[in-house]
């Protein structure tokens, strides 16, 4: 379940594009996983560096961890879809919730609608059998 809560005051205007809670197949941990699409609505915004923050809370709503663009991304003038990844290594974490707001650069003020996605641990994919038989005549 996605929430969306628009401001008509906001430069940048958000929503989830997706989402998604699952288990990597390459360690014992879980990544969340968001992709956000963004509209510039403030011209002055377009080809500014910007940056986006999302928090992720537990099921007991502590805050687990914060996560960002190290040196942030640029606004483009027609928007786009930004990716936030986060991995945890505690595997009891079946669920989480996620805040994402778009920020200036240094993360001092919001530039966006704030956007709250519930994430639920996905099953892990099914490994395939990779053996193969050769028949000889």
Do not use: C
């Not at 537990?58 to 936030?84: D, E, I, Y």
């Not at 778009?102 to 704030?114: E, G, I, R, Y």
Request: net charge positive; no cysteine; glycine share 6%.
């Amino acid at each position: 379940m996605q929430l969306s809560f628009a401001q008509n005051n906001q430069a940048i205007s958000i929503t989830v594009a997706n989402s998604s809670y699952v288990p990597l197949t390459n360690t014992e941990a879980n990544q969340v996983r968001v992709h956000v699409k963004y509209t510039v609505e403030d011209k002055s915004i377009e080809n500014q560096k910007i940056n986006a923050v999302m928090k992720v809370y537990g099921p007991n709503g502590t805050l687990l961890r914060t996560t960002s663009f190290p040196g942030g991304f640029t606004a483009k003038n027609n928007g786009g879809v930004q990716g936030l990844k986060t991995t945890f290594n505690d595997k009891s974490l079946q669920s989480l919730l996620a805040n994402i707001t778009f920020t200036d650069l240094a993360k001092t003020k919001s530039l966006s609608n704030a956007i709250t996605v519930n994430l639920n641990l996905e099953e892990a994919p099914a490994k395939r059998n990779t053996s193969s038989t050769s028949i000889q005549n």
